[in-house]
């Protein structure tokens, strides 16, 4: 349905997103993860066709079969209502705040699916109700600043729904919110994901969260996919040193102990664009790093448990 | 024995704007009837959602906020009785670290600068004091004395946050606020500031008072947790038995949230 072949996102000569391979299927929930400043929400842009001005796409993305790399922006714009959708981290952001929530929704209706008036008021209702915000009838003449967070999320998710997307894209969607109310989303996307075979890419740096929504984990860390696979595989025998590192760092309820120890780190941090070096990307702070790491890009190669991981040491048969 | 800290039977109330011209206007409870203590080198975490009442806690802990009930003993002393003058040399011992490592350091002023504030508010130092307390402390969180000459766009967001450790250490204090300090960072930056937390602890004997939304960041630093909803405190106990055997729903999806 959506395929990424060789998609890079530059600014000049620096790569945001580096040579990224992807195909997206009916009802396939992909995990994103990876730091900040490591191209995730960079690849949800290039696939929604909303790169920022001055960084330019190479490669190719092709949305049902159709190449949309010299797509004109009528064609981006009917696809990004039907065929994807996406929402962010701040809901609150993303709402006009002088619009009530029944216009906001009912929008896209108007505009792409030609519905008029009433028709659009009675689909915008069936939508709040689906996305399972109580009394949907009196938040239709709400603004806003009316709505809890956790809400506000859930309109926005109803407006991505719209026009019955086949992919949605969720940039850090509960990120911003509570623990329990982030729990009640992420159960939300799935079901939704679920019950209308529609795929769900979604991107988080919480790995908790990622892995109660997704099947698949695609891990990027400077704008390079360094390994990918099914989401129990990844998390509890992760392969590469970065993912491994990631999931070492990340502080865990051991059950009964409740003990202070140290957490193992990855030194360093995530360099900014300019200064990743040009092989692996992830040389210079990795732990098992080989001489040829930092000036040879390592290609992707099939793990034993039918995954994919970009790394020397894979090469290597270590 | 005197604890390091002694929160007893507190309460903290906002009036909300008035909504009838005769009536006297709502209040919200943002603490109800908290207590708590906390020993020198000890890590208390304080849990919650937002608008849960661990923000003010920590607000009358740091004496910004006084309670409308109850009082705050540190090292004995009640803290809303000192005066003006006093409250500002036993701030010393003392100390907080917020959330937004972007939001709480000056963009104007060279680091060093921002380091060396609560020492030339709350001590007579000489320029040349200052500037080896500066050096000691960017040294403790691990920092190069030479990074005070630089301004704090020159960081990054977990180097700011170790500036901003480092400027709540200057002053040698027993007792350190960490307003969720790490949550606004990266994970594997996260574990270097939680290990370097741990480590300011074993080294100077600090009591930390240590408030997250994230249980598992919390498990992973505290000897004791204090769970909260609403302004009320649900539980409290060690760490290991909170965890293995929460009592309260709400504890228990806590748990469920953070765990894989």
Known sequence: MIELNNLSVRLGQFAAVRSANLTIRPGDRIGVVGESGCGKSMLALSIMGMVPDGLQVDGALRINGHDMSHAPESDWNRHRARTMAMIFQEPMAALNPLRRIGDTVAEPLIVHERLGKQAARARALALLDEVGIPDPELRLRQYPHELSGGQRQRVLIALALACNPSLLIADEPTTALDANVALRITDLLVRLSRTRNMALLFISHDLAAVARATSDIVVMYGGDIVERGATHQVLHHPVHPYTRGLLAARPQIARGSGKRRRLPTIPGTVPPLADLPAGCRFSGRCPQELPHCASICPQPVATGSGGIVACHQMGAGA | ?260
């Not at chain 2, 002694?6 to 919200?28: C, G, K, M």
């Not at chain 2, 100390?95 to 963009?107: A, E, H, T």
């Not at chain 2, 930390?208 to 769970?227: G, M, P």
Request: charged share 20%; hydrophobic share 45%; net charge neutral.
């Open chain 2, 1 to 260: 024995m005197t604890h390091l800290l002694s929160v007893e039977a507190v309460t903290r109330q906002y009036r909300l704007p008035r909504q009838a011209l005769f009536q006297s206007p709502p209040v919200q409870v943002a603490v109800r009837d908290a207590s708590f203590h906390l020993d020198r080198g000890e890590t208390l975490g304080i849990v919650g959602e937002s608008g849960s009442g661990k923000s003010t806690l920590a607000r009358m802990v740091m004496a910004f906020e006084r309670p409308d009930q109850g009082r705050i003993l540190f090292q004995g002393q009640d803290i809303n009785t000192l005066s003006g003058a006093d409250l500002r040399l036993a701030r010393q011992r003392f100390q907080m670290v917020f959330q937004d490592p972007f939001g709480s350091l000056d963009p104007r002023r060279r680091v060093g600068w921002s380091i060396a504030e609560p020492l030339r508010a709350t001590d007579r130092a000489t320029a040349a004091q200052i500037a080896t307390r500066v050096d000691e402390a960017l040294d403790h969180v691990g920092l190069r004395s030479r990074d005070g000459a630089k301004y704090p766009h020159e960081f990054s967001g977990g180097q700011r946050q170790r500036i901003a450790i480092a400027r709540a250490i200057i002053t040698r204090p027993a007792l350190l606020v960490a307003d969720e300090a790490v949550s606004a960072l990266d994970v594997s930056v996260q574990a270097q500031i939680l290990n370097l937390l741990m480590d300011l602890q074993q080294e100077l004997g600090l009591g930390i008072l240590f408030i997250s939304h994230d249980l598992a960041v919390v498990a992973s630093i505290c000897d004791r947790i204090l769970v909260m909803q609403s302004g009320t405190i649900l539980e409290t106990g060690l760490a290991s038995e909170v965890l293995s055997n929460p009592r309260h729903d709400y504890t228990r999806t806590l748990l469920t949230a953070s765990g894989m």
